[in-house]
C-alpha cells in the first residue's frame, strides 16, 4: 500500500491526544463488518487512528467511539470524538508493530 504523508500545515485545529477505542465500517462495502481501532489523537475537525486494518486515501468509513474509558486522561482542551460519524480517509501510513502489520491513519469527519 503506498502510504500519503500527512502535512502539519493542513490542519484546520489543534489534535488532542487520546488512546481509546472505536470501531468503523467500510462504507464501500456490504458486510458491513466491524473493525477495532484505537484513538491516538483527535480534533474538531478530525482523527487519527491505528488499526490492523489498511484504508484508502479517499475511502469512506463510518467510525462508532463510546465514551472514554474512566481511567483515560485526555488532554482538558480535546474535544470528545463524535460518538456516530461519517469520515473520510485523509491519509494511511504502514507502521509495523511486533512484527504484527499496524497502520497510523489519518481521517476527516464529513
Same mark, same amino acid.
Given at each position: 500500500?503506498?502510504?500519503?504523508?500527512?502535512?502539519? !500545515? %493542513?490542519?484546520?485545529?489543534?489534535?488532542? &491526544?487520546? &488512546?481509546?477505542?472505536?470501531?468503523?465500517?467500510?462504507? &464501500?462495502?456490504? #458486510?458491513? $463488518?466491524?473493525? =477495532?481501532? /484505537? /484513538?491516538? %489523537?483527535?480534533?474538531?475537525?478530525?482523527?487519527?487512528?491505528? #488499526?490492523?486494518?489498511?484504508?484508502?486515501?479517499?475511502? @469512506?468509513?463510518?467510525?462508532?467511539?463510546?465514551?472514554?474509558? =474512566?481511567?483515560?486522561? *485526555? !488532554?482538558? =482542551?480535546?474535544?470528545?470524538?463524535? #460518538?456516530? &460519524?461519517?469520515?473520510?480517509?485523509?491519509?494511511?501510513?504502514?507502521? *509495523?508493530? =511486533?512484527?504484527? *502489520?499496524?497502520?497510523? $491513519?489519518? $481521517?476527516? @469527519?464529513?
Amino acid at each position: 500500500m503506498t502510504a500519503t504523508i500527512k502535512s502539519e !500545515d %493542513n490542519r484546520l485545529d489543534a489534535r488532542h &491526544s487520546a &488512546s481509546f477505542p472505536l470501531t468503523f465500517t467500510l462504507l &464501500s462495502s456490504k #458486510s458491513q $463488518i466491524p473493525f =477495532e481501532a /484505537i /484513538i491516538l %489523537n483527535c480534533s474538531q475537525d478530525g482523527l487519527c487512528l491505528q #488499526s490492523t486494518v489498511p484504508l484508502k486515501q479517499g475511502q @469512506y468509513i463510518c467510525v462508532r467511539s463510546g465514551s472514554r474509558p =474512566e481511567d483515560a486522561t *485526555p !488532554d482538558q =482542551e480535546a474535544p470528545a470524538p463524535r #460518538s456516530f &460519524s461519517v469520515a473520510q480517509v485523509r491519509w494511511c501510513v504502514d507502521q *509495523p508493530a =511486533e512484527g504484527m *502489520p499496524m497502520y497510523t $491513519i489519518g $481521517i476527516r @469527519y464529513v
